[in-house]
């Protein structure tokens, strides 16, 4: 039923295009016999627009990651008090986001400043697409401004690091293919009396595994005897299989965190994706250039239009 909604779902934002499309062709043409305005035409033309980058936005969230909620931690940087409190407004920043958006947020663990602000938050968020909107968020995030808690009122610059993973249930399910798996039943060796050496107890379980990510083949080969019977031996390796799955599923889900991992980068000058310079009124993100005056809106949780510029220049292939 998910997957027949999600497809309802293209079809429509397919059809809404499609019309749009077709309604600024007739305004075109309308245009050309003066039954309506430029103005009209512009109109038409801007909405088709909107429609189809809204479309183009939607398909960057193709991962099957993307559509998980997300685990975000913020770290506060060097620069003790000042770096503290810069955190401690990501973490409302991207509460409020959340709340804005419909989310489900919960704190899962907190450690607070040493006079104000927090040293550390990891933050669960919850709900449709939480990770495929917030993975632009992973970096180092910088803050420019005269410090509340400098004597001497000078302008401070500090770092706080932001983390975003997707939230991945515990259990995996693991899926047997009864086409790839192929029995052989053999006579068990050593000890264990007559029936043993004289019975084909053994069995050997083939199971011919592709793997879902790679497309590499490999067959497993088990082989049990822990019994004289044989359908006992049968249900050992099927879970002896089972387990092999389990771990290669759960190796690939390692890996992938690992990839993330790896991107996370030391929080220090130079090192930053983003700048919200409160002075200057200025808010801008080093890896798209998109900016804004408006820091006062970014602060009380409109990224929206930064996690577009990121998603429509990164999703889909590695940042440059």
Same mark, same amino acid.
């Given at each position: 039923?998910?997957?027949?909604?999600? /497809?309802?779902?293209?079809? !429509?934002?397919?059809?809404?295009?499609?019309?749009?499309?077709? $309604?600024?062709?007739? #305004? +075109?043409? =309308?245009?050309?016999?003066?039954?309506?305005?430029?103005?009209?035409?512009?109109?038409?033309?801007?909405?088709?627009?909107?429609?189809?980058?809204?479309?183009?936005?939607?398909?960057?969230?193709?991962?099957?990651?993307?559509?998980?909620?997300?685990?975000?931690?913020?770290?506060?940087?060097?620069?003790?008090?000042?770096?503290?409190?810069?955190?401690?407004?990501?973490?409302?920043?991207?509460?409020?986001?959340?709340?804005?958006?419909?989310?489900?947020?919960?704190?899962?663990? /907190?450690?607070?400043?040493? !006079?104000?602000?927090?040293?550390?938050?990891?933050?669960?968020? $919850?709900?449709?697409? #939480? +990770?495929? =909107?917030?993975?632009?968020?992973?970096?180092?995030?910088?803050?420019?401004?005269?410090?509340?808690?400098?004597?001497?009122?000078?302008?401070?610059?500090?770092?706080?690091?932001?983390?975003?993973?997707?939230?991945?249930?515990?259990?995996?399910?693991?899926?047997?293919?009864?086409?790839?798996?192929?029995?052989?039943?053999?006579?068990?060796?050593?000890?264990?009396?007559?029936?043993?050496?004289?019975?084909?107890?053994?069995?050997?379980?083939?199971?011919?595994?592709?793997?879902?990510?790679?497309?590499?083949? !490999?067959?497993?080969?088990?082989?049990?005897?822990?019994?004289?019977?044989?359908?006992?031996?049968?249900?050992?390796?099927?879970?002896?299989?089972?387990?092999?799955?389990?771990?290669?599923?759960?190796?690939?889900?390692?890996?992938?965190?690992?990839?993330?991992?790896?991107?996370?980068?030391?929080?220090?000058?130079?090192?930053?994706?983003?700048?919200?310079?409160?002075?200057?009124?200025?808010?801008?993100?080093?890896?798209?250039?998109?900016?804004?005056?408006?820091?006062?809106?970014?602060?009380?949780?409109?990224?929206?239009?930064?996690?577009?510029?990121?998603?429509?220049?990164?999703?889909?292939?590695?940042?440059?």
């Amino acid at each position: 039923m998910k997957k027949v909604k999600d /497809l309802k779902k293209w079809i !429509e934002l397919y059809k809404e295009v499609k019309a749009a499309a077709e $309604e600024l062709e007739l #305004a +075109y043409e =309308y245009a050309r016999e003066q039954i309506v305005s430029e103005e009209e035409v512009d109109q038409a033309y801007a909405q088709a627009t909107r429609l189809i980058e809204d479309l183009e936005f939607r398909n960057m969230l193709r991962d099957e990651a993307d559509q998980m909620a997300c685990v975000l931690k913020i770290n506060s940087g060097a620069g003790g008090t000042e770096s503290q409190d810069w955190a401690s407004m990501l973490m409302r920043m991207y509460l409020r986001w959340a709340e804005n958006n419909g989310y489900k947020t919960s704190i899962a663990n /907190l450690q607070e400043g040493d !006079e104000a602000g927090i040293k550390s938050v990891t933050i669960n968020i $919850e709900g449709d697409y #939480a +990770y495929g =909107y917030l993975k632009s968020e992973n970096g180092v995030h910088r803050l420019v401004r005269v410090s509340p808690y400098n004597a001497q009122g000078k302008r401070m610059t500090s770092f706080a690091s932001v983390f975003v993973t997707p939230l991945v249930d515990d259990t995996i399910e693991v899926k047997v293919d009864p086409a790839a798996i192929s029995w052989d039943t053999f006579r068990s060796g050593g000890a264990g009396g007559q029936n043993v050496n004289k019975v084909e107890s053994g069995v050997r379980l083939r199971y011919q595994f592709k793997d879902p990510y790679t497309g590499e083949e !490999e067959e497993i080969l088990i082989e049990n005897t822990e019994t004289r019977d044989q359908p006992k031996n049968r249900e050992n390796a099927m879970r002896q299989l089972r387990s092999i799955l389990y771990d290669k599923e759960l190796k690939h889900r390692m890996a992938e965190q690992a990839k993330i991992e790896a991107g996370k980068k030391k929080i220090e000058w130079g090192s930053q994706i983003r700048s919200y310079v409160f002075d200057d009124r200025r808010v801008k993100d080093h890896r798209t250039n998109y900016q804004t005056s408006d820091v006062g809106g970014v602060m009380d949780g409109k990224i929206d239009g930064f996690i577009k510029a990121y998603l429509m220049e990164f999703a889909g292939g590695e940042e440059k």
